[in-house]
């Protein structure tokens, strides 16, 4: 059984940050990737960033220069720094794990966090 849970989200002003963590537990074996996605009301679920396990990144074009991905490999946790927040940026974000155990390559999903830009 894999678990993540995430915390950090919450109710923020335009041009404000927040900081959002994900922690990984559990039969993980070996993580190839972590990272968030978000869902806005009535849209699909969308990549923000995600990093892998040889440290590269990659995130969505809309929060290029405003979000920044990190992972501590010991304590196998994700976060995303979110600075420069705007309103379109609300939405729930879901953390991603990719592990590969016993040869599968398995993907994981915690369950999610509001973060709303509002003034």
């Known amino acids: 059984q894999v678990q993540l849970v995430e915390s950090g989200g919450g109710l923020v002003q335009p041009g404000g940050s927040l900081r959002l963590s994900c922690a990984a537990s559990?039969?993980?074996?070996?993580?190839?990737?972590m990272g968030w996605y978000r869902q806005a009301s009535g849209k699909e679920r969308e990549l923000v960033a995600v990093i892998t396990s040889g440290s590269s990144t990659n995130y969505a074009d809309s929060v290029k220069d405003r979000f920044t991905i990190s992972r501590d490999s010991a304590k196998n946790t994700v976060s995303l720094q979110m600075d420069s927040l705007k309103p379109e940026d609300t939405a729930v974000y879901y953390c991603?794990?990719?592990?590969?155990?016993?040869?599968?390559?398995?993907?994981?999903w915690g369950q999610g966090t509001q973060v709303t830009v509002s003034s």
């Open positions: 991603y794990l990719r592990c590969r155990r016993s040869g599968f390559l398995n993907a994981y």
């Open positions: 559990g039969n993980i074996g070996s993580i190839s990737a």
